[in-house]
């Protein structure tokens, strides 16, 4: 696997020193999303010596030491030695994390949760009276363009909240909402680079149908994409407006919406956010 090259995240502004320690972060489970923080983390400010990760592929363990400096432990070291505790482990793999967490003691620490449909709830009826921040990042954390939305559990504090906005803060944009509303932006945001990525390959496909080559109808569509997320980004307009500045009267870009709105792309897309929605949910159920 090749390293995230730390030159792709955002710059991160120069803050004034603070009288309270750096805390120690442990990440347990660096998979991508898991090695997309670590690496966040090293370019917003944090030391190699102020992280560690679990893994339990030495291999890979290895591997992301050598590339990032940080030093991989097992699971009860992460646990005595952590300030915060993420888990960025599967859904289908934490029941042995926390079988393996719940007799290590973890009240005194703050436990950060990526696993989607996974509520706060579980995680305190595991391992005890524990804070507990519930996170839905996406995967363009890889490039420090994350949308991370993080929610309280029941012993959070607003300091809890500072800590956790302040660490996702380095890998994207962060905002704060009831957890009853996560598995909502699981369906959105979390599963929506898909969608993107969706739309894009079956853009790329109408070209070569079209008969451009692959690289060139990749280059338009790709960076169509970009220049309409900048768009986005920089105007106050409702993205109604900048459709429709597009399509003008009896034009060529007016016969392709009536032909999606023909094939119901609308409908589909909304149809598909909810399912994603209602997986996020099963998901949460099954650990109940």
Not at 27 to 32: E, F
Not at 174 to 195: F, H, I, K, M, R
């Amino acid at each position: 696997m090749t390293a995230f090259d730390q030159s792709d995240l955002p710059d991160t502004p120069d803050t004034e020193p603070n009288d309270q320690a750096t805390p120690i972060i442990a990440v347990l489970g660096a998979g991508k999303i898991g090695e997309a923080l670590m690496s966040g983390l090293l370019h917003g400010g944090h030391t190699a010596d102020e992280l560690l990760f679990t893994e339990r592929h030495p291999e890979r363990a290895a591997e992301l030491t050598e590339t990032y400096g940080i030093r991989g432990v097992e699971i009860e070291e992460a646990a005595q030695r952590a300030d915060v505790l993420v888990v960025a482990v599967k859904p289908q793999d934490i029941e042995p994390l926390l079988e393996t967490l719940a007799p290590l003691g973890a009240s005194g620490q703050l436990v950060v949760t990526l696993c989607a449909g996974l509520p706060t709830s579980l995680f305190e009826n595991r391992l005890g009276d524990v804070p507990v921040v519930r996170v839905m990042p996406n995967t363009p954390m890889v490039v420090g363009e994350a949308m991370s939305a993080i929610s309280a559990g029941a012993y959070a504090t607003p300091e809890h909240m500072a800590t956790v906005e302040k660490m996702l803060s380095c890998v994207g944009q962060v905002v704060e909402l009831p957890e009853t509303q996560l598995n909502a932006v699981t369906a959105l945001s979390g599963s929506g680079p898909a969608y993107f990525f969706y739309l894009v390959e079956a853009m790329i496909d109408a070209g070569i149908l079209l008969g451009l080559p692959r690289a060139i109808a990749e280059k338009l569509i790709i960076q169509s994409a970009v220049g309409s997320a900048k768009m986005l980004l920089d105007s106050d307009a409702h993205p109604v407006i900048l459709r429709e500045a597009v399509t003008s009267p009896a034009g060529t870009t007016i016969n392709a919406i009536r032909e999606l709105e023909k094939h119901g792309v609308r409908a589909a897309l909304l149809a598909a956010i909810e399912a994603a929605r209602d997986r996020a949910v099963e998901l949460g159920k099954a650990h109940e």
